[in-house]
């Protein structure tokens, strides 16, 4: 199976997120000023509405033209005018990126089929602007049900530190972030659980 195959097929059941941004941007982006956002991976688009209504101009990505479709319907029902949001169905391993982002976020950026994370990392960091910043959480560590679904889990949880290396950036970005969190999270029986998120967030030095 291709990874467009088992994202569209991920995406073609039942909602997979809750539909609310993730706690995480809200968090870390409420308070900044609105520019351009990058959604990378953006599933059925609970972060780029979230930016949008805050009026953030945002490219959402992602692989699967299912999770794409229902990003658009969900931005029109919230009434995010059309122009605020770009939804791109795009394989990320494909993706060439383009420059000037204020903001660019990739969460749980993981797959259990083929996927060129590092490459698609480095290109996120080549997109953000002088004085922008980039977002990255990923899961830390399985969440305790992941043998019940393991078809859909991953063996890669990357470190504060491996995500940093990955990125492999230089003397003109600023790490202001980079650190596991803790949320409470309910499993697919209902049980409540504690999962850990590798948060990293660094910013490029604006040029002088």
């Known amino acids: 199976m291709s990874s467009v195959e088992f994202w569209q097929e991920r995406y073609r059941g039942a909602p997979v997120w809750s539909g609310r941004a993730n706690a995480v941007l809200v968090d870390l982006a409420a308070d900044l000023p609105p520019g351009r956002a990058l959604d990378l991976g953006c599933g059925e688009g609970g972060d780029a509405i979230w930016l949008a ?33 770009e939804w791109i169905a795009c394989d990320l391993d494909d993706w060439t990126g383009s420059a000037g982002y204020d903001l660019v976020s990739a969460f749980f950026l993981q797959s259990p089929v083929a996927l060129a ?65 803790h949320r409470a999270a309910t499993g697919p029986d209902g049980q409540p659980a504690e999962l850990d998120d590798t948060v990293v967030l660094v910013q490029r030095r604006p040029t002088e």
Do not use: K
């Not at 209504?53 to 658009?72: C, F, L, M």
């Not at 969440?143 to 393991?150: K, N, V």
């Open 53 to 85: 209504t805050r009026g953030w101009q945002v490219t959402a990505i992602d692989i699967s033209s299912n999770a794409i479709d229902r990003g658009r319907a969900a931005a029109a029902a919230a009434g995010v005018p059309d122009d605020r949001i």
């Open 117 to 181: 994370r590092e490459r698609i990392l480095r290109q996120a960091a080549a997109s953000v602007a002088p004085g922008g910043r980039l977002l990255l959480v990923s899961h830390a560590a399985a969440p305790p049900w992941a043998g019940q679904l393991h078809a859909h889990h991953h063996d890669d949880f990357p470190t504060p530190d491996g995500e940093l290396a990955a990125l492999g950036l230089d003397d003109g970005w600023q790490v202001l972030i980079a650190e596991v969190r």
